[in-house]
């Protein structure tokens, strides 16, 4: 099992920058790939891009493409997302989530971290 556990978010206005952070504990050898999802209130949970846990392949949504970077540190077992030119609708709860294979749904989930972007 794959314990996850994010932090980074908080209030930033728009055109701002924020970095979260998601940190994995656990079954590590495990993971596939690591992926940011987020949930605006009303709003279905939306895929906003992801890591593979080796080697540096990467894949974004349209809606953060060119503003959001995914990166990951492999001594420390964290991935961050960096965001930036944010927009009022990136305002969301962000969560990490983890697959162990291409084929599968991401099983493992950490408690999320809130992003709000002002005006």
């Known amino acids: 099992q794959v314990q996850l556990v994010e932090s980074g978010g908080g209030l930033v206005q728009a055109g701002g920058s924020l970095r979260l952070s998601c940190a994995a504990s656990?079954?590590?050898?495990?993971?596939?790939?690591m992926g940011w999802f987020r949930q605006a209130p009303g709003k279905e949970r939306e895929f906003v891009g992801r890591i593979r846990w080796s080697g540096d392949s990467t894949i974004y949504a349209d809606s953060v493409k060119g503003r959001f970077t995914i990166s990951r540190d492999n001594a420390k077992n964290t991935v961050y997302l960096q965001m930036n030119s944010q927009k009022p609708e990136d305002t969301a709860v962000y969560y990490c989530?983890?697959?162990?294979?291409?084929?599968?749904?991401?099983?493992?989930w950490g408690q999320g971290t809130q992003v709000t972007v002002s005006l």
């Open positions: 656990g079954r590590t050898v495990s993971i596939y790939a």
């Open positions: 989530e983890t697959k162990k294979c291409y084929l599968v749904d991401y099983d493992s």
